[in-house]
């Protein structure tokens, strides 16, 4: 099957949400969205789905 073991947190169309700890820095949490506009409210364990396309490396 296509897709098989990719999630939504490998997908460059996920954007994972943040929150402000302790004045100082921000931790990433579990729940993000897909920017595609049919497409709300994912985790980082979703299954892909047929819209994947894995996310570039960052440099460095």
Do not use: N
């Not at 931790?27 to 819209?51: E, F, M, Q, S």
């Amino acid at each position: 099957m296509e897709g098989e073991g990719k999630t939504c947190e490998t997908c460059k169309h996920f954007y994972r949400h943040y929150i402000h700890w302790s004045g100082k820095q921000y931790r990433p949490l579990d729940v993000g969205h897909c920017g595609d506009p049919r497409a709300r409210y994912k985790t980082i364990h979703t299954p892909a789905c047929w819209r994947h396309k894995e996310r570039e490396k960052a440099a460095g």
